[in-house]
């Protein structure tokens, strides 16, 4: 007779290891499971973790060839891909191998496998060491996240044809290669390959890079993006890929393109990822997927099958990591009996590009689709000290602001060191924080983070560093 287990978490990726590590803390009794030796899931093994790892030697390299206008001279990069490799590898292990042992301490049970359901409270593990057990549960978290999206039509079996994933094995660095989707994984993938010398090119379907975000803040990384890829192709489809005796031929369609036919040494797909829902038995328990192919869920995260909770990529967008362990705890505490509900104001949103990109609450483009009023107040970063000292001048931070409350409602900002920036930001929204606020809290000078404020008094009309009429 299998025993029961207080609460099963499927899948340990930063949703599933939040959830467990959490109710742990809190007192019951945990089994979580995975395929991988540790925790970590897509985002620690094949995501946020290794490609801002790369992304940070991608700086350091295109810092060093920008020290030439400052008069510092270096000489061209020596690229050693083997070690580079190592270093990312390193990084990995040091994270999941640090997280494998918070795992024991908190007397997690660890099981390495994979699990499917053969009921709405019986799940089978299949463990990596060949045997199998069938466990009952009184809760599950199902967490087992997203994978890539695949276009059929265009999918081919070539070592030349990669994923995120492939991207970030870095098995070697190609003369050139074609990023398909110029969403925030291909353009970030994408700047990582650019740095290490290869010639990349884009392609995207749509008018602009990152569809979805405010077009003054993309407008602020494609022009660096111009300069950093070969070239980006957008209104523009890719629509057939074949090998080559050279490498893959791939067709594109678009009004803009020169050359219909182009052959790269290797061709990333970056078009989006899909909910991980097949193959694990969902179909034996009353959970319902939604019409995007989501989980559906409540806001405890409790699905249509009583005792079955779902959270992270399955269970809806943004698909992102911190929105994943935010969603772990909310679940963690509607099973514990607490109140509890998913309700965020603001989930921040970063492109680790150069320049990044950050975002969060409401978008200009939200707001102007909802027919939500709002007002903006935008700083540009010509005027800040820092970004000055910094050569970077091209960035911009905004407010959208509620005019009859004038509390913060979104918050934007493009430039180096934006993701670290939004934070801010978030935080202000979810404090319900007016306008002035922001302006009367004093920010250490000369930061980056003056921005925010700057732009507060943007919207009063008394920045110091620039001239903008004052508010009647
Ligand atoms: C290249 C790349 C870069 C990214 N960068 C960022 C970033 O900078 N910031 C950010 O917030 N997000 C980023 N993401 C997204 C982020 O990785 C995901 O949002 C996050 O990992 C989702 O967490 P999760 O817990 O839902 O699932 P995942 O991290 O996807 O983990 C799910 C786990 O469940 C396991 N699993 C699946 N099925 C089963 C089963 N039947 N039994 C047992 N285990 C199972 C999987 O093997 C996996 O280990 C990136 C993603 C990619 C691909």
């Avoid at 990822?273 to 959970?287: A, S």
Wanted: aromatic share 6%; net charge neutral.
């Amino acid at each position: 007779m299998a025993d029961k287990k207080q609460l099963i978490v499927l899948g340990a990726g930063p949703g599933g290891y939040a959830a467990a590590f959490y109710a742990a803390d809190i007192g019951m009794d945990v089994t979580l499971i995975d395929p991988e030796s540790n925790p970590g899931g897509v985002c620690l093994y094949r995501g946020c973790i290794p490609s801002k790892a790369l992304l940070h030697i991608a700086k350091v390299i295109n810092e060093s060839e920008e020290a030439v206008s400052w008069g510092v001279k270096f000489s061209k990069p020596d690229i050693d891909i083997d070690k580079i490799r190592e270093w990312k590898e390193n990084v990995v292990k040091k994270l999941t191998g640090g997280l494998g042992q918070l795992s024991k301490q908190r007397k997690i049970n660890y099981i390495q496998g994979r699990g499917s359901f053969e009921s709405s409270n019986k799940l089978k593990v299949e463990k990596n060491d060949g045997s199998a057990e069938s466990l009952s549960f009184e809760n599950i978290i199902v967490a087992t996240g997203s994978h890539p999206t695949r276009i059929p039509s265009l999918s081919i079996e070539s070592d030349r044809f990669i994923y995120s994933s492939g991207a970030l094995e870095l098995k070697d660095i190609p003369r050139t290669m074609l990023v398909i989707g110029g969403g925030y994984i291909g353009l970030e993938l994408g700047t990582v390959y650019a740095a290490l010398g290869t010639k990349v090119s884009m392609v995207e379907m749509m008018p602009g890079l990152l569809p979805g975000a405010d077009r003054d803040l993309v407008a602020v990384l494609s022009k660096r993006a111009d300069k950093i890829f070969e070239s980006i192709y957008l209104n523009t489809t890719a629509k057939k890929i074949e090998e080559t005796q050279n490498g893959l031929k791939v067709t594109f369609e678009g009004k803009d393109i020169r050359e219909s036919e182009q052959v790269f040494e290797k061709v990333l797909m970056a078009v989006g990822r899909r909910p991980d829902t097949k193959n694990f038995g969902l179909e034996n328990t009353k959970v319902q997927l939604n019409d995007k192919g989501f989980i559906k869920v409540d806001p405890k995260r409790r699905t249509d099958d009583p005792g079955i909770y779902a959270i992270g990529d399955v269970a809806g967008e943004p698909m992102l990591a911190h929105k994943a362990s935010h969603e772990g705890r909310v679940a963690v505490e509607a099973i514990n009996g607490q109140k509890a509900a998913f309700d965020p104001r603001a989930i921040p949103a970063v492109v680790f590009t150069d320049p990044e990109i950050a975002w969060c609450g409401l978008t200009e483009s939200e707001a102007k689709e909802k027919g939500i009023e709002y007002q903006v107040a935008k700083f540009p970063w010509g005027a800040s000290g820092r970004a000055t000292t910094l050569g970077r001048n091209d960035g911009v931070t905004k407010l959208l602001i509620d005019p009859k409350t004038e509390r913060i409602l979104g918050v934007g900002i493009a430039g180096p060191g934006a993701g670290e920036l939004i934070a801010e930001g978030v935080l202000a929204i979810e404090m319900a924080a007016k306008v002035e606020d922001l302006s009367l809290t004093i920010h250490p000078h000369p930061t980056l983070s003056e921005t925010i404020m700057a732009s507060a008094d943007v919207f009063f009309g008394t920045a110091t560093d620039i001239y903008r009429p004052r508010r009647k």
